[in-house]
C-alpha cells in the first residue's frame, strides 16, 4: 500500500510540473515600466526602425537595426534602408553604432535596400534574417530611388518596388561578420500569401525542427489585406514550406517575434495590431496553430517615462523580445513621433 501511495505521489508531481510548464502563464506586460529617454537609441541623421538584439560569448551585446537618412524621409524605408550593427556592455544600451551589417546588393535579388532584420543563433552560426527588393530589371537609377522614397506611397513606382518584396538570410560565424548572403529569396509567396513575403522571424522548436512566420498579401482578398503565414523546415537557412491557412486568421498582427519558451513547451509571438492601438501576444503548442494568449494584451503603444509623464507616439512597432537562460528578459520597439524614429528598450527590473 505504501509503494502504491508513493508511486501515485510521483505521477502527481510529474503531471504537476508538466502541466506547469506548459501553462500559458507568460505576462510581458510586467516589463512596461517608465524609461529614460536617454536610454533611446536615436541619431540625428538617421531614422532608426527594425531591431534585434544578440549577445555574444565574450558578454557584448550587439544591436541589429535597420536605419535611412532622415534626408530622404520616413518613407526611405522602402529604398534606402541598410542594416546596423551597434554594440553595448548593458543589455539596454546605451549603444554605439560600429558598422554597417548589411547593404543592397547591385544586381541581385536584394538590390534594393536591406531591412525588417532578426538574427538568431543556431548552433554554431549567426543566421541575419531580412527583407529586401529590386525593380524586376527596370531601370531605376540613384536619383529616381531618391524621388520615389520622398514621395512615398503615392509615386508611381513604388509599387513596383513592393511587388519585388522578398525575405532573406545571411549567415555568418561571426557576429562581427562577414555575412554570407543567400543568392536567392528565403521563399517566394505561396500558400496563403501572395505578391511579397516580408518580416520574416523564425525560431527553432524543442524537436530541433525551425518554424517561421512571414507576412504576404492576403491570397483570398479583393483588395490588399496583409496576413500572416506559417511554415517550417529542417533547416535554418531554407526549404520552408508554409501552410495553406494564414497563421491567425482573425488577428490583426504585424511585425511578428516568435519564439519557443522552453520552461513553458509552447511558442511564443508578440505584434503590433496592424490598424490597432496595442501590443498583443499569441501562442502556439505545435508551431503551426495559434491563438491569443492568457495574457493577451502586453501594452499600448505609449512609451511611459521616468518622469512621471506618458509619451504618446505616432508608431510603436517591430516588437523584439530579448531571451537569456530561457527568460524574457527585455522587449524593444521602434517608435516614430513626428520627424524622427528610433528604438526604445524595457528591461527587466
Known amino acids: 500500500m505504501r509503494k502504491l501511495l508513493i508511486s501515485a505521489l510521483i505521477v502527481w508531481l510529474e503531471s504537476t510540473v508538466l502541466f506547469a510548464q506548459k501553462t500559458d502563464d507568460l505576462d510581458l506586460s510586467v516589463l512596461i515600466k517608465p524609461v529614460s529617454e536617454s536610454s533611446f537609441m536615436r541619431d540625428q541623421r538617421y531614422f532608426h526602425w527594425c531591431n534585434s538584439i544578440i549577445k555574444d560569448e565574450e558578454g557584448t551585446y550587439h544591436l541589429f537595426y535597420s536605419r535611412w537618412p532622415k534626408s530622404i524621409g520616413f518613407c526611405g524605408w522602402l529604398t534606402h534602408s541598410e542594416i546596423a550593427h551597434a ?35 543556431f548552433g554554431n552560426q549567426y543566421y541575419m534574417y531580412y527583407t529586401s527588393t529590386n525593380t524586376g530589371g527596370v531601370e531605376i537609377d540613384k536619383y529616381k530611388l531618391d524621388e520615389i522614397g520622398k514621395v512615398g506611397y503615392s509615386h ?54 525551425f518554424y517561421l512566420i512571414i507576412k504576404g498579401d492576403d491570397k483570398l482578398a479583393a483588395k490588399r489585406r496583409l496576413i500572416q503565414a506559417v511554415g517550417s523546415s529542417s533547416d535554418p537557412d531554407g526549404g520552408f514550406v508554409l501552410e495553406d491557412k494564414p497563421a491567425f486568421a482573425d488577428i490583426p498582427t504585424e511585425d511578428v517575434c516568435v519564439w519557443f519558451d522552453e520552461n513553458r513547451e509552447r511558442f511564443y509571438a508578440i505584434f ?44 510603436m512597432e517591430r516588437p523584439y523580445v530579448y531571451i537569456e537562460e530561457g527568460e524574457v528578459k527585455m522587449i524593444s520597439f521602434a517608435v516614430k513621433k513626428g520627424n524622427d524614429s528610433f528604438i526604445v528598450f524595457f528591461p527587466q527590473q
Open 272 to 315: 503590433h495590431a496592424h490598424g490597432g492601438d496595442f501590443i498583443g501576444l499569441i501562442t502556439s503548442e505545435d508551431g503551426i496553430n495559434w491563438h491569443k494568449a492568457k495574457n493577451y494584451l502586453v501594452c499600448k503603444k505609449e512609451i511611459p517615462l521616468e518622469d512621471g509623464t506618458v509619451m504618446q507616439v505616432d508608431n
Open 87 to 121: 554594440v553595448s556592455k548593458s543589455m539596454s544600451g546605451p549603444y554605439l553604432y560600429k558598422e554597417t551589417a548589411l547593404k543592397a546588393r547591385k544586381g541581385a535579388w536584394d538590390a534594393v535596400t536591406a531591412h525588417n532584420v532578426q538574427v538568431r543563433k
Open 156 to 209: 508611381k513606382d513604388w509599387d513596383l518596388l513592393r511587388s519585388h518584396q522578398r525575405a532573406g538570410v545571411a549567415v555568418s560565424s561571426s557576429l562581427n561578420g562577414p555575412w554570407i548572403r543567400s543568392e536567392k529569396p528565403l521563399l517566394e509567396p505561396e500558400g496563403p500569401i501572395k505578391n511579397v513575403a516580408v518580416n520574416p522571424s523564425v525560431c527553432q522548436g524543442k524537436e530541433g525542427r
